[in-house]
């Protein structure tokens, strides 16, 4: 087991070890203070496997327990998903001393902390992540958001949670394809800033699991304790979102996020070797480690319908964007260039 506490605007432990669920209850109540009404919020796929040992453990600490069961899928992460939520919360009456449990994915996570965020003004939260990608990523650092039309998690709150409880026991169900969702934000971490966490990552994932969520998790908390709200350094943290993001909302969520990342990773570093900023053995290693994940590093969407979709990216300011560009593995860098120079540069990027 290891403990990591991130020191934001509120401090919070997050518990990284296997077969952690069953006392859920316990570590609640510790990191609470006293027990409470707490809702579960929690998917379809997700209810099945976890939903009775948390909800036995949470009531067998002293607390009194709701469920709210969402359908899974990005679909979930919308305007009404989440007023549904906060009417449901509010009609059991929750306080502003309950809190909300998000057991599940990225998208039971994001969901469930926006809606703590703005439920009577903000109410506590704990995150209990259930795949690899919101273990070393999402339910860290506090951005909590749903989906609009317009493009993703553009509607959001910053909300740190209470405590992230990460049983990767519950790795151990998910398929390949969602597994390898994951390791995608696994990669980003080495390329961003960690070069020998990259070459660690060569010898598998899957095998040294929680030495791998520990680090991912420690470099995030790293980075959130310097730059909570986005500001700065935190925004390293997009590597391959941009283009990732326009790549999901392509292909009307037929391509993962984790799958979308790992090609604009890979479209982005592209880009830098044909620029002269990274050399080419560079990308040479991303694409080998990005392979050996069984993700993908190619996508058939042009740079004009990329581009045209990317420009509603949250990172945009005005007429110009921020990109994380790598210059090296474990070298990434902000890259401010003009809205209209982005179609070029993803056009640069594709494999052509």
Do not use: W
């Not at 703005?118 to 339910?139: C, E, H, K, N």
């Not at 995608?184 to 961003?192: D, N, T």
């Not at 010898?203 to 500001?231: P, T, Y």
């Amino acid at each position: 087991m290891k403990k990591i506490k991130v020191n934001a605007s509120s401090s919070y432990e997050i518990i990284i070890g296997e077969d952690l669920l069953p006392s859920a209850g316990e570590y609640c109540l510790r990191a609470l203070g006293k027990t409470c009404k707490a809702c579960i919020l929690t998917d379809d796929n997700v209810a099945p496997l976890y939903l009775d040992t948390v909800r036995s453990s949470l009531v067998g600490a002293g607390f009194d327990t709701v469920e709210y069961i969402i359908p899974h899928g990005e679909g979930s992460k919308s305007t009404a998903s989440l007023i549904e939520l906060v009417e449901f919360m509010a009609e059991n009456r929750l306080t502003r001393t309950d809190v909300l449990v998000a057991l599940g994915g990225g998208v039971v996570g994001d969901l469930g902390g926006f809606a703590s965020a703005v439920y009577l003004r903000g109410i506590r939260f704990v995150q209990m992540p259930t795949t690899l990608l919101a273990a070393v990523d999402s339910s860290v650092g506090g951005k909590t958001a749903v989906d609009l039309r317009a493009g993703k998690n553009l509607m959001g709150a910053f909300l740190q949670p209470s405590l992230v409880l990460c049983d990767y026991k519950t790795l151990d169900t998910l398929s390949p394809e969602i597994f390898a969702d994951g390791c995608a934000e696994v990669i980003k971490y080495g390329v961003i800033n960690d070069r020998e966490f990259f070459d660690s990552l060569k010898k598998g994932i899957k095998i040294q699991i929680e030495d791998v969520i520990a680090a991912c998790v420690q470099n995030k908390a790293n980075i959130v304790e310097n730059d909570e709200f986005d500001k700065g350094q935190r925004q390293l943290l997009n590597l391959g979102h941009t283009v990732g993001h326009a790549i999901e909302a392509c292909s009307d969520l037929r391509i993962s996020h984790g799958s979308a990342v790992a090609i604009g990773m890979v479209i982005v570093m592209r880009a830098a070797v044909r620029m002269g900023i990274c050399a080419e053995v560079e990308l040479d290693e991303l694409l080998s480690v990005i392979k050996s994940a069984e993700l993908p590093t190619e996508c058939d969407f042009g740079a004009e319908e990329l581009a045209a979709v990317a420009t509603s990216d949250k990172k945009r300011a005005g007429d110009s964007i921020s990109l994380v560009v790598p210059y090296a593995i474990g070298d990434s860098r902000l890259y401010k260039i003009p809205v209209s120079e982005l179609r070029g540069f993803i056009e640069k990027g594709l494999c052509r």
